[in-house]
């Protein structure tokens, strides 16, 4: 990843940029395309294509970037990959950038490691904040509900970490909806309102529209996806089997071999044939598709390469279904 020669972001990035949406009520505005970094960005990926997908996500307008304490391999090496090339890169720009990271899962041994304690939470955003070389994030999320921890001392420690400048926002992520209504309450009691939920969204994982869109709706709360595209299922990858190096070909990792069923194959084929009807890829139109709740500001999207990324952008050129598409992707899903 050397820096062979100074990066000129391409000038017309926001002109013929991805397009932006107002994230819930706030005066935020987050690029319908966010870039994750959960894949692909720790010490054992291409840290050549990783730099490459980074400048080529902000030469078109994507000027959000997703991670957590935990995402790479090693734990903390997407962050410190990332913070490099922030420092090296993008440092100019570090105002036009929304950067946002997580803590909740497990992060180092012990019982401080883990969960959604004080303790915990700060000094996770302590060690990312020195990973990505910043004195702050845009957004800072608590991961997952953490039954353990009392929901007050969870968002108190969000609240103090906006007061104390290290994050301008806060969110949640995951959280059921009953505990989502409650750190809703608490955040605006505390002076610093919760800004968005993180959550999976996908044609095959749709749970989120019947409480947790809603919620955030009615408590002025924007909303992200992740996994749009069911870990790589609503793409071709998986039509003709199972690709070796596919992530449900290895062993660990949350997509396995047996749960890609012939029920499963037969309802990808039959989205794939309507996506080929739409003039778009199944993933393109699984991406596209995510959009037609109005309530979805923004889509997190995990990349392996630049052509992969490029591909999702153009999923963006058509994101408008007729009442029988959706009613039929509906039936599928």
């Not at 992200?224 to 039509?239: A, E, H, M, N």
């Not at 990792?253 to 069923?261: D, M, P, S, V, W």
């Not at 153009?314 to 408008?320: E, G, T």
């Amino acid at each position: 990843m050397s820096k062979s020669e100074q990066y000129i972001p391409n000038p017309d990035r926001y002109k013929q940029s991805v397009g932006y949406n107002f994230c819930g009520k706030s005066g935020l505005q987050l690029p319908r395309l966010s870039l994750g970094l959960w894949h692909n960005f720790g010490d054992v990926d291409d840290k050549d294509e990783a730099l490459k997908m980074l400048k080529h996500a902000f030469d078109n307008g994507i000027t959000h970037f997703d991670l957590a304490n935990n995402y790479g391999t090693p734990f903390g090496s997407a962050e410190k990959n990332f913070g490099k090339i922030l420092k090296e890169y993008f440092s100019s720009h570090r105002d036009e950038l929304i950067i946002s990271t997580k803590a909740g899962h497990e992060m180092w041994p012990g019982p401080y490691g883990d969960g959604g304690s004080r303790k915990y939470l700060i000094a996770s955003l302590e060690q990312s904040l020195k990973r990505l070389k910043s004195d702050y994030v845009d957004i800072f999320y608590s991961h997952r509900y953490d039954s353990n921890t009392p929901i007050e001392e969870t968002m108190g420690a969000l609240s103090d970490m906006v007061k104390q400048g290290k994050a301008l926002y806060v969110g949640i992520s995951k959280y059921p909806e009953d505990k989502a209504r409650e750190a809703y309450r608490i955040l605006k009691e505390n002076g610093t309102p919760c800004l968005i939920y993180q959550g999976r969204y996908s044609i095959l994982a749709r749970e989120i529209e019947h409480e947790v869109l809603p919620l955030a709706s009615e408590n002025g709360v924007g909303f992200i996806g992740f996994s749009p595209l069911s870990q790589g299922l609503l793409s071709d990858k998986y039509l003709n089997g199972i690709p070796e190096n596919s992530r449900a070909a290895h062993s660990y990792g949350f997509l396995q071999a047996n749960q890609i069923t012939p029920e499963l194959l037969s309802k990808i084929t039959k989205l794939n044939e309507m996506a080929a009807q739409r003039g778009q890829t199944l993933a393109q139109m699984a991406l596209a598709w995510c959009f037609h709740k109005s309530e979805v500001n923004s889509v997190i999207v995990g990349t392996s390469s630049v052509k992969q990324l490029q591909d999702n952008i153009d999923a963006l050129k058509n994101v408008s279904f007729t009442d029988e598409e959706l009613w039929r992707i509906g039936e599928l899903g």
